[in-house]
């Protein structure tokens, strides 16, 4: 089976079970994403969303968080784990935001990778979310799950992103990513995968393989 088909049928089976596809981090704006998914790194996504109301509270805006002290913003996230790191992400972030985008965020993937702690998955949402372009986030799920399907055999994310970007119709491309998501949560668990339970299992290699062993 190529890609292409593959991707036509993970599609499909993923809409009919997860008709509802968003990203589950809580934000209003586009800084707020690349903010919690900055957060959201090594951390889960509601862990983030407990955390992120008080932040905002205190820093509303890109002006705010690049006047910040590290420390002060570590003193909000520190329950997100890596604080130090991410709290120094965070303020350099704000402050080149404002250098050198005009203290907005910008639209493309080569232009927020060149933003302090920001690599292509947390572009690739920040792009497919607020600006409605095309997208894969290639997180811990995505690689998962693609690598059960038959996608690939590989642990390189950039290249797993290309793969998947040659297959995925466009227009489903940032959907697709976030219901692999729900779905790795709720059936394609890392330890457990459900694969009785699973809508793919008619078409998983891995599915397939465990069926016959």
């Known amino acids: 089976m190529t890609n292409e088909k593959l991707a036509q049928l993970a599609v499909s089976a993923l809409k009919k079970e997860y008709p ?14 690349l903010i919690s998914t900055r957060l959201a790194a090594q951390c ?13 509270k205190k820093f509303k805006t890109v002006y705010d968080f690049a006047k910040a002290q590290p420390e002060e913003v570590e003193k909000l996230i520190k329950s997100c784990g890596f604080y130090h790191a991410k709290a120094k992400d965070i303020v350099n972030m704000c402050k080149m935001l404002i250098e050198k985008f005009g203290a907005t965020v910008p639209s493309s993937i080569e232009e927020l990778t060149k933003l302090p702690g920001v690599g292509r998955k947390t572009a ?12 894969v986030v290639v997180d811990t799920h995505c690689m998962r799950i693609t690598r059960r399907l038959g996608f690939h055999d590989l ?6 992103e290309k793969i998947l970007r040659q297959a995925l119709p466009k227009e489903e491309s940032n959907d697709f990513c976030h219901r692999l998501v729900l779905h790795g949560r709720a059936v394609c668990k890392a330890q457990k995968p459900q ?3 699973c809508c793919m299992n008619s078409f998983c290699k891995f599915a397939k393989i465990n069926q016959t062993t």
Request: aromatic content about 6%; charged content about 25%.
């Open 20 to 33: 509802k596809a968003e990203c589950s981090l809580n934000y209003i704006d586009p800084l707020q994403l």
């Open 44 to 56: 889960t996504d509601a862990r983030v969303n407990m955390v992120t109301p008080q932040l905002f």
């Open 124 to 135: 690739n949402l920040i792009v497919g979310d607020i600006f409605k372009k095309p997208a």
């Open 155 to 160: 642990k390189n994310p950039e290249k797993i």
């Open 195 to 197: 694969c009785e339970k």
